[in-house]
């Protein structure tokens, strides 16, 4: 157990698996965050530190791993975070979003008082997949739908096609670099899936899904 540690961390995603996964291979791929909370087995370490969240699950029925839990820890969970992603890429069926935040431990949330600039809350995304051109692809969908959900306050939706346009020549040009080193299919093109991105930029509703 852990005490003392400056941050609770909210880790919340879907990510679809493939229908070959058992529950075994998700426990493996999950090792860094269930070992992280102090946990012996990811049945102990699925449990979030709120009650009121559901945590790890394993919905083999739906070929679903849902993960809505919050641990204590500290910085050092980034690289854990990323060990697990590595885990997840390797049982994932297509690209998911994974979001990552950090909230200061010290802050009072029911407090009236808004955190000040020396607040540590911090907000990370984490995208996982079966292939760099399913990561890109989600990647790319969510790019689309934030800055089409921003820009649509000032503009018609069909101002926007050149906007998405030029999202999606950054999404080639970075994917064509992939292709000189590796053999894969280009991503397909298209709206939608995953949800915003953020870094720092204030505090979010806390446990709010």
Same mark, same amino acid.
């Given at each position: 157990?852990?005490?003392?540690?400056?941050?609770?961390?909210?880790?919340?995603?879907?990510?679809?698996?493939?229908?070959?996964?058992?529950? *075994?291979?998700?426990?493996?791929?999950?090792?860094?965050?269930?070992?992280?909370?102090?946990?012996?087995?990811?049945?102990?370490?699925?449990?979030?530190?709120?009650?009121?969240?559901?945590?790890?699950?394993?919905?083999?029925?739906?070929?679903?791993?849902?993960?809505?839990?919050?641990?204590?820890?500290?910085?050092?969970?980034?690289? =854990?975070?990323?060990?697990?992603?590595?885990?997840?890429?390797?049982?994932?069926?297509?690209?998911?979003?994974?979001?990552?935040?950090?909230?200061?431990?010290?802050?009072?949330?029911?407090?009236?008082?808004?955190?000040?600039?020396?607040?540590?809350?911090?907000?990370?995304?984490?995208?996982?997949?079966?292939?760099?051109?399913?990561?890109?692809? =989600?990647?790319?969908?969510?790019?689309?739908?934030? +800055? +089409? $959900?921003?820009?649509?306050?000032?503009?018609?939706?069909?101002?926007?096609?050149?906007?998405?346009?030029?999202?999606?020549?950054?999404?080639?040009?970075?994917?064509?670099?992939? +292709?000189?080193?590796?053999?894969?299919?280009?991503?397909?093109?298209? *709206?939608?899936?995953?949800?915003? *991105?953020?870094?720092?930029?204030?505090?979010?509703?806390?446990?709010? $899904?």
């Amino acid at each position: 157990m852990m005490y003392n540690m400056p941050f609770e961390i909210h880790v919340h995603g879907d990510i679809p698996l493939r229908p070959d996964v058992a529950l *075994s291979q998700v426990q493996e791929a999950l090792r860094p965050l269930w070992t992280y909370a102090g946990a012996d087995s990811l049945l102990a370490g699925a449990r979030s530190s709120y009650e009121e969240e559901p945590g790890i699950r394993f919905n083999a029925k739906e070929h679903l791993l849902q993960i809505c839990w919050t641990v204590n820890g500290d910085e050092d969970f980034r690289q =854990v975070m990323e060990e697990a992603c590595m885990g997840l890429n390797d049982i994932a069926s297509e690209g998911a979003p994974i979001e990552v935040s950090f909230y200061d431990a010290q802050y009072d949330e029911e407090s009236d008082e808004q955190p000040d600039e020396d607040s540590r809350d911090d907000f990370m995304m984490c995208f996982v997949g079966p292939t760099p051109a399913a990561i890109l692809q =989600v990647q790319r969908d969510m790019m689309v739908r934030d +800055v +089409v $959900h921003m820009m649509e306050r000032h503009f018609d939706a069909s101002e926007l096609e050149p906007v998405v346009a030029a999202i999606d020549k950054l999404f080639t040009d970075r994917f064509d670099a992939l +292709v000189n080193s590796m053999q894969l299919g280009k991503p397909p093109r298209g *709206s939608g899936g995953g949800s915003g *991105s953020g870094h720092g930029g204030g505090r979010k509703p806390r446990h709010l $899904h």
